[in-house]
Nanobody, 111 residues
Framework: QVQLVESGGGLVQAGGSLRLSCVAS????????MKWYRQAPGKQRELVAT???????NYADSVKGRFTISRDNAKNTVFLQMNSLKPEDTAAYYC?????WGQGTLVTVSS
C-alpha cells in the first residue's frame, strides 16, 4: 500500500520539544525528496523543511535553528525534531513525498 503515516504530535508547553515521524510505504524512499509542511487554522499550508535523497536540508526562516529534519532510509522514515517550540508553531503537520501526502499530525503549543 502506498502511504505516508505521521505520528508524534501532541500538546506541549512553549519552549518544549516534540519529534515527529513519518513512515513511508510503497515508494522508493531512498530517492524521494521528503518534506514536512504545516497548516495552521485559517492559514495556507506552508513548507517547513526538506531533506533530499543525499541528505541536504532546507528550512523555512521561521524554524531555522529550532527544527531539524532527518531521514533513516533503512526504516523508510523521515523525522522532524522540533525544539524551542512557540505557540505560533501550532498546526497540523504533514509529510510529503512525490505527490503523496500523509493524514497529518496535530501539534499544539500552549503559552
Amino acid at each position: 500500500q502506498v502511504q505516508l503515516v505521521e505520528s508524534g504530535g501532541g500538546l506541549v508547553q512553549a519552549g518544549g520539544s516534540l519529534r515527529l515521524s513519518c513512515v513511508a510505504s510503497g515508494i522508493i524512499f531512498r530517492i524521494a525528496i521528503m518534506k514536512w509542511y504545516r497548516q495552521a487554522p485559517g492559514k495556507q499550508r506552508e513548507l517547513v523543511a526538506t531533506v533530499t535523497s543525499g541528505g541536504d536540508t532546507n528550512y523555512a526562516d521561521s524554524v531555522k535553528g529550532r527544527f531539524t529534519i532527518s531521514r533513516d532510509n533503512a526504516k523508510n522514515t523521515v523525522f522532524l525534531q522540533m525544539n524551542s517550540l512557540k505557540p505560533e508553531d501550532t498546526a497540523a503537520y504533514y509529510c510529503n513525498a512525490f505527490q503523496l501526502w500523509g493524514q497529518g499530525t496535530l501539534v499544539t503549543v500552549s503559552s
